[in-house]
């Protein structure tokens, strides 16, 4: 990267934090749908992000060759998202023997997402949607306080909870960023469209098993 680059990341990093505290002190406030999100069976919302290198991307680029599994990320320095990447290495491989591609969305900016994927060797593309808008478009809502902090104690506006964590976090891979409560989820579309998984976390720990990926690949290709 160019120094340039560098600091360009290391601005949206303070935002990030920034943009972190902010949602933390509010708390979760996307906890109901408003209207019932797409199930199974129906189309995918087809929404264009930019990918790492900043170009436009459309979801539809890749399932119009075939299956695709969608992850939606937690946050960059959610634990739980750590997690799902030591689960969901040893499964990339036999998710594109049955023959999907898998594509990520995450929060940040492309170049922030470009350093991130590049420092922890995903394979894949990963999208930037900052402004949550495939999160919202796919059904996935904020998670209520127990689903992501547990048993952890919260208030609204506790600042000193707010410093104190991103304090000893901070400039770690944990460092906290981007929308605090915000759930993950995964899917699995078939060529040309069709939603054949929709695996909304319950919490920010919850992911899908891989056999349940693999069935719905196959369904889907059936």
Same mark, same amino acid.
């Given at each position: 990267?160019?120094?340039?680059?560098?600091?360009?990341?290391?601005?949206?990093q303070?935002?990030?934090?920034?943009?972190?505290? &902010?949602?933390?002190?509010? /708390?979760?406030?996307?906890? =109901? @749908?408003?209207? !019932?999100? $797409?199930?199974v069976?129906?189309? *995918?919302p087809d929404?264009?992000?930019?990918?790492?290198?900043?170009?436009?991307?459309?979801l539809s680029e890749?399932w119009a060759?075939?299956?695709?599994?969608l992850?939606f990320? &937690?946050?960059?320095?959610c /634990?739980?998202?750590?997690? =799902? @990447?030591e689960? !969901?290495? $040893?499964?990339?491989?036999?998710? *594109?023997?049955?023959g999907?591609?898998t594509v990520?969305?995450?929060?940040a900016?492309?170049?922030r997402s470009?350093e991130?994927a590049?420092?922890?060797?995903?394979?894949?593309?990963?999208?930037?949607?900052?402004?949550r808008?495939a999160?919202?478009?796919?059904? !996935?809502?904020?998670?209520?306080?127990?689903?992501?902090?547990?048993?952890?104690?919260?208030?609204?506006?506790?600042?000193?909870?707010?410093?104190?964590?991103t304090?000893?976090?901070?400039?770690t891979?944990?460092?906290?960023v981007?929308?605090?409560?915000q759930?993950?989820?995964?899917?699995?579309?078939?060529?040309?469209?069709?939603?054949g998984?929709?695996?909304?976390?319950q919490?920010?720990?919850?992911?899908?098993?891989?056999?349940v990926l693999?069935g719905?690949?196959?369904?889907?290709r059936?």
């Amino acid at each position: 990267m160019t120094e340039s680059t560098d600091d360009r990341v290391a601005q949206q990093q303070r935002a990030a934090e920034a943009t972190w505290t &902010r949602e933390f002190l509010e /708390g979760p406030t996307r906890t =109901r @749908w408003e209207s !019932l999100p $797409p199930q199974v069976g129906d189309q *995918a919302p087809d929404i264009a992000l930019a990918d790492s290198t900043g170009t436009e991307r459309r979801l539809s680029e890749w399932w119009a060759a075939g299956p695709l599994h969608l992850v939606f990320m &937690r946050h960059y320095g959610c /634990g739980c998202l750590a997690n =799902r @990447w030591e689960q !969901l290495q $040893p499964a990339l491989e036999p998710i *594109a023997r049955a023959g999907a591609t898998t594509v990520a969305v995450g929060q940040a900016e492309p170049e922030r997402s470009h350093e991130v994927a590049a420092r922890r060797g995903y394979g894949f593309p990963v999208l930037s949607d900052p402004e949550r808008v495939a999160y919202v478009a796919y059904g !996935l809502l904020d998670g209520p306080v127990p689903t992501v902090l547990h048993d952890e104690p919260w208030s609204v506006g506790d600042q000193a909870a707010a410093d104190r964590m991103t304090a000893s976090r901070r400039g770690t891979e944990r460092a906290l960023v981007d929308h605090a409560w915000q759930l993950p989820g995964e899917f699995i579309i078939a060529r040309g469209g069709r939603i054949g998984l929709a695996y909304r976390a319950q919490a920010c720990d919850d992911f899908p098993p891989t056999g349940v990926l693999l069935g719905a690949i196959t369904a889907t290709r059936a």
